[in-house]
């Protein structure tokens, strides 16, 4: 291969990593500007084009790193619930591997609790956003709630069978009513309500929340 064409070949490879971390730091700065907007603003009083101004980028490099605006709300809610800078499936996340681990159900709900501590100060008001602009008509966010509620739903009845096998949950409730119970109280809904109304910490949150399920769910609710 001739010297210069070699030399070509070189300066690509060393640029390549390059391009890559500035199109990740592209579309981290536009999905972090659309969450502030989304959220203080909301949805459908926010446009691309403010969007665009917030994150200091063009219209069409939205359009290039993440897509329209439908694309833009689903991949904020995505990686509010994941932490990361994209989504990550359930069974790959750190606290549902931990949950899976847990000999006992009691500690498998503690598990899950103080995850929802950590994780619902980022999804409660991206969820708030999206729900109201579901209800206001916009048909892609209403979609896109039922999706990721109803995906929590048929989470959560993985998690209560997990939780049936070690012989702790009560006998009275079926599998669907264990993954119902958690469901609604894991809602943002709910910590809005005592968190954002009430004032409660994150961590009395957590706390409340685990020996709350222990109670209602666990054969022995006696508490540790």
Same mark, same amino acid.
Request: aromatic letters at 8%; hydrophobic letters at 45%.
């Given at each position: 291969m001739e010297p210069m064409a070699e030399d070509v070949k070189r300066r690509r490879r060393y640029n390549a990593p390059r391009r890559a971390e500035q199109a990740a730091a592209t579309r981290r700065a536009v999905l972090d500007a659309a969450r502030d907007l989304f959220v203080t603003r909301g949805y459908l009083a926010t446009t691309v084009a403010e969007i665009a101004e917030r994150a200091g980028v063009a219209v069409d490099t939205i359009y290039a790193t993440v897509?329209?605006?439908?694309?833009?709300?689903?991949?904020?809610?995505?990686?509010?619930?994941?932490?990361?800078?994209?989504a990550v499936p359930a069974a790959e996340r750190d606290y549902v591997r931990a949950m899976l681990a847990a000999p006992t159900a009691r500690e498998k709900l503690a598990i899950y609790a103080a995850a929802l501590a950590v994780i619902s100060p980022r999804t409660a008001p991206v969820f708030r956003a999206l729900y109201d602009a579901g209800v206001s008509g916009d048909a892609d966010c209403a979609a896109l709630y039922a999706e990721i509620t109803g995906r929590r739903a048929a989470n959560l009845?993985?998690?209560? !069978? %997990?939780?049936? &096998?070690?012989?702790? /949950?009560?006998?009275?409730?079926?599998?669907?009513?264990?993954?119902?119970?958690?469901?609604?109280?894991?809602?943002?809904?709910?910590?809005?309500?005592?968190?954002?109304?009430?004032?409660?910490?994150?961590?009395?949150?957590?706390?409340?929340? !685990? %020996?709350?399920? &222990?109670?209602?769910? /666990?054969?022995?609710?006696?508490?540790s």
């Amino acid at each position: 291969m001739e010297p210069m064409a070699e030399d070509v070949k070189r300066r690509r490879r060393y640029n390549a990593p390059r391009r890559a971390e500035q199109a990740a730091a592209t579309r981290r700065a536009v999905l972090d500007a659309a969450r502030d907007l989304f959220v203080t603003r909301g949805y459908l009083a926010t446009t691309v084009a403010e969007i665009a101004e917030r994150a200091g980028v063009a219209v069409d490099t939205i359009y290039a790193t993440v897509g329209r605006k439908p694309v833009l709300i689903r991949e904020v809610v995505e990686t509010s619930i994941s932490g990361q800078d994209r989504a990550v499936p359930a069974a790959e996340r750190d606290y549902v591997r931990a949950m899976l681990a847990a000999p006992t159900a009691r500690e498998k709900l503690a598990i899950y609790a103080a995850a929802l501590a950590v994780i619902s100060p980022r999804t409660a008001p991206v969820f708030r956003a999206l729900y109201d602009a579901g209800v206001s008509g916009d048909a892609d966010c209403a979609a896109l709630y039922a999706e990721i509620t109803g995906r929590r739903a048929a989470n959560l009845r993985l998690a209560a !069978a %997990d939780m049936r &096998a070690t012989g702790e /949950l009560r006998a009275d409730l079926s599998d669907d009513e264990v993954a119902d119970i958690i469901w609604s109280m894991n809602a943002p809904e709910y910590w809005v309500l005592l968190v954002g109304q009430r004032g409660w910490t994150p961590q009395r949150f957590g706390t409340w929340l !685990a %020996d709350a399920w &222990a109670r209602l769910l /666990l054969a022995d609710s006696t508490t540790s």
